[in-house]
């Protein structure tokens, strides 16, 4: 059989490849139940061109794990085809890991994430939702925990009232109790910068898990939270920001740092076999929502050469299994997602993996350390700013390793 070409939709009855009733992922216009937006379930011409692109694909080998098997069950789902709550669609809506990486080869602009929202909206409504996922929106939502959890206040110039004309650090949920050292590093970046103490979450926890309404109303207030230009150190906030803020209101670090010009006074070095200084060895670990959601990827990379030896590994592109809160809702899986990726970490002898998200930061930083590895995961942010220490500190590359 010829293969697939964009313009011409491959028919696919569910009972051969998913075992549902009799529904066709080429035949679109069946929609009975008002729960997708018609245009964006119909854009799919079932290539499968994304078929390669996605990790639960690749480690399953199953199309219902697919991003195309997954559009096929949720037009079963438009059309009334499968009982609602069948196992099958609540497993999917699951195993997902939402890294939106098919979008990125998808001839037809799929917009999977926004689909997937609005999938896990109604699947995961009421009982049907993760109560563990729903102790983790609650907790993000609460301003005092938020508050209390905001370290960075410590060390960093806060200020009550937000300036519109100065750029607005965002202090992530996670990022502010896990690496508060990241919010420090990017104040010193970002110079200038404010830094309001009353703002809150996102809201990208929400609407990657089950309540996207919510997740908007939170973007809506930290954008009153947060006047002007935003800068975040978590990819994954934001193309959730950038989404629902407009594009033009929210700026990533990596990003905010090329456009403004940023040059890093030194270089990092680490001790060599023979007693000496050398220049690390870097690589980079994209943050999946600003790779493929934003489309910034030349930027980190830029900032990394500028400083160090940069290695880029075959999978720097793919998801490291964080995922959002996927690694707590579902660790196994997450496990086995990061299993390959860690081999190539190992393997390719690097000093450094470089992360642009807590998540991330966080997944590969307590894998390395249980496998004990010589390569220690840091925020792009840290990094920088330990270029910037050591360069004032002479430029020995002492100030550099910690
Ligand atoms: S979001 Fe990621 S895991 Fe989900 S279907 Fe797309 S590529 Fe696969
Ligand atoms: S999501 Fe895009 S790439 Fe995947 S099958 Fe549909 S049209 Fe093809």
Known sequence: ?????????????????????????????????????????????????????????????????????????MRALEAGTIDEYDPVLQEQSSQCLGCRACEVPCPAGVEYGLLLETWRDHQWAGRHGNPLAKVLRWSVER??????????????????YARSTQPHIMLGCAERVLFPSVSRAAMRLVRGSDVPIEQGCCGALHAHNGDSTRG?????????????????????CA??????????????????????????????????????????????????????????????????RQVADY??????????????????????????????????????????????NPGCQLQLATALALRRSKT???????LLVRVEDDAAAGGSGTAGIR
């Open 143 to 160: 301003r005092s925990l938020l508050r209390l959890s905001g370290l960075v206040r410590r060390f960093a110039r806060t200020t009550r």
């Open 216 to 236: 908007a109303e939170l973007a809506r207030r930290l954008g009153q939270d947060l006047p002007g230009t935003i800068v975040t150190t978590a990819g994954g």
């Open 1 to 73: 059989m010829a293969a697939p070409t964009p313009c011409s939709p491959v028919i696919v009855h569910t009972d051969d490849v998913l075992g549902l009733a009799t529904y066709e992922t080429g035949d679109h216009g069946i929609h009975t139940r008002g729960i997708f937006d018609p245009e964006l379930l119909d854009r799919c011409i079932s290539c499968g061109f994304c078929l390669p692109a996605c990790p639960t694909y690749a480690l399953e080998k199953d199309e219902a794990s697919s991003p195309r098997g997954r559009i096929t069950l």
């Open 376 to 382: 220690k995961a840091i925020h792009l942010a840290d």
């Open 311 to 356: 290695v880029e590994l075959p999978s720097a592109g793919s998801c490291c299994g964080s995922a959002g809160s996927y690694s707590v809702l579902r660790p196994k899986e997450s496990a086995r997602v990061l299993a390959p990726k860690l081999e190539e970490i190992m393997a390719a002898d690097v000093d450094f993996i470089v992360t642009v």
């Open 239 to 304: 193309a959730h920001i950038a989404h629902n803020l407009g594009r033009d209101r929210l700026k990533e670090l990596s990003e905010y740092l090329v456009e403004t010009g940023y040059l890093a006074p030194g270089e990092l070095l680490v001790d060599d076999e023979q007693g000496g200084r050398r220049r690390a060895r870097v690589t980079l670990q994209d943050s999946c929502h600003l790779r493929n959601g934003l489309r910034v990827t030349a930027q980190p990379r830029a900032l990394l």
